[in-house]
Structures are given as structure tokens and as C-alpha cells.
């Protein structure tokens, strides 16, 4: 299986951006997308699961209410809204899926060896 990530940029304080992650080589449907974070010098983060259908969705604390996860299983990508951006979210945003499948995020959904597939990161820098 391939993640590819983007929409990543350079966007000033209060602005808004999408990130894009399409995945490729296996199904997308079933399988449970998660998006983490990471800044030089910092363990990675998760940000955001989404499931599939009804499941649930889960976002750290920092992000809740400001950005929104959201996938397309026609089009194998799943999507993060952010909006209201500032320089603490400035990192490298990774996208990624477990390796069996699951169609529901787990309450502890942020641990990282829970996800065998990842992308390989696209940079988002806030200005402040």
C-alpha cells in the first residue's frame, strides 16, 4: 500500500489549509486513516482518526474544533481541514492506515505502532 500526502504550505496565522492523502495498492474501504504530526526534535503526534461509516472519529485536544478529518472512499483519500492555524501547528503532517483491517478507530487511537502504512509527510508552516 502507498500514502501519498499534500497540501501542505506556508499559510500566516488564522489561515486555513487542506491536506490531501490518496491511497493506493489495496483497498481503501474497511481500513481506518489516521493523520499524525511531527516537529524536528519532538516524538510524532497523532492528530486525527477517521473510520468508516458511523465509527467514530477522535482529534488531540489541541485540534478539536478547528480542523475537520474527512475521507472519500470513491476517490481513496482521506482529507484534513484546518482551519484557524497557528505557528504551534507548524509541522510535518503524516498520513497513515492500519495494516489489517479495521474500520473502526480504537479509543487509544493515536499510537503509532497501531499503523503499518505511512506517507511520507508534507510540511505545514504557520506564521505568525
Known amino acids: 500500500v502507498q500514502l501519498q500526502a499534500s497540501g501542505g504550505g506556508l499559510v500566516q496565522a488564522g489561515g486555513s489549509l487542506r491536506l490531501s492523502c490518496a491511497v493506493s495498492?489495496?483497498?481503501?474501504?474497511?481500513?481506518?486513516m489516521g493523520w499524525f504530526r511531527q516537529v524536528p526534535g519532538k516524538e510524532r503526534e497523532g492528530v486525527s482518526c477517521i473510520s468508516m461509516s458511523d465509527g467514530p472519529t477522535y482529534y488531540q485536544d489541541s485540534v478539536q474544533g478547528r480542523f475537520t478529518v474527512s475521507r472519500d472512499d470513491a476517490k481513496n483519500t482521506v482529507y484534513l481541514q484546518m482551519n484557524n492555524l497557528s505557528p504551534d501547528d507548524t509541522a510535518v503532517y503524516y498520513c497513515a492506515t492500519r495494516a489489517n483491517k479495521s474500520s473502526r478507530c480504537k479509543t487509544k487511537w493515536a499510537a503509532e505502532y497501531d499503523y503499518g502504512s505511512w506517507g511520507q509527510g508534507t510540511q505545514v508552516t504557520v506564521s505568525s
Open positions: 495498492g489495496r483497498s481503501f474501504s474497511g481500513y481506518i
